[in-house]
């Protein structure tokens, strides 16, 4: 049963990524992501049912559209892919009813990942749609807590975003103050404050722990193959999206080692 839900969880995951990808093609650029129907980004045809089924219709078609043969970018599939395994990943996670809210989370977190690869800009549509999918969360909790039990107490949540949000405006004031330049945007504030009501505030810590981990040695690999220059900004969104995953699968098991250690 339980192999079941996980393979039901990663198809319905593939829908919502095929849905992500409208979201990170047209929300950057101001467009309604309900219409006009998905169309060919290079001959703008309409495309049809038997085109958008994921990941499949890429692979039948072989890379490329049915009526211009322009090639599609990889990256349609691999959105697919990543959205299904995220959603299946967390059905083993969390084998109750929060396994919705947590869903919602990864589809926020990856389709916001990709944006701020591409603008540096993190959309607050997004952000708002996080902030209202974890408070309901957090409801759900309080009045059904056998239904949900892996729901934060709001307690927690409010110092959650707390523990988000200071940390990275600190960082920010003070690199404006000594190099004269943004440190973090706003936008990763505002992420890391609903990081912060989905997670509470140890794991949220634990979310910067693993973001900066990751990000430094991206960033060290970038610039030892000088793909990138000392100074360039980078966007920091997709791993503070990281970390917050690893954080929410792992980040209490780091916890308890660390208490441990002491």
Known sequence: MEIFWTIYAFLTGLLFGSFANVVIYRLPQGK?????????????TRLLFRDLIPVLSWILQ??????????????YPLVEVLCGLLFAVMTIFSPTLSVIPLAFFAFM??????????????????????AITGTLWIACGHLFPELFPLAPRWNNSLLGILAGALPLLIIDRL?????????????????????????????????????FVIGGAF???????????????MAFGP????????????????????????
């Not at 072989?62 to 990256?75: A, D, E, P, V, W």
């Not at 990942?113 to 749609?129: A, K, M, V």
């Not at 945007?185 to 912060?196: C, H, I, N, P, Q």
């Not at 699968?249 to 780091?254: A, K, P, R, S």
């Open 62 to 75: 072989k890379g490329c559209c049915r009526f211009c043969k322009k090639s599609i970018n990889k990256r």
């Open 219 to 233: 960033a060290t690999y970038l610039i030892a193959t000088g793909r990138a220059k000392r100074g360039e900004y």
């Open 239 to 262: 791993f503070l999206c990281i970390g917050a995953l690893i954080s929410l699968w792992f980040g209490n098991i780091f916890i308890h080692l660390l208490f441990l250690s002491f």
């Open 32 to 44: 309604s992501i309900i219409k006009p129907p998905s169309a060919c980004p290079s001959c703008g």
């Open 175 to 211: 690199v404006i103050l000594l190099v004269k330049k943004d440190g973090f945007g706003y936008g990763d504030v505002k992420l890391m404050a609903v990081v912060g009501v989905f997670l509470g505030w140890q794991l949220t810590l634990m979310s910067f722990f693993f973001a």
């Open 109 to 130: 977190l990856l389709t916001i990942s990709f944006i701020d690869w591409d603008t540096q800009e993190i959309p607050d549509g997004l952000l708002i749609f996080g």
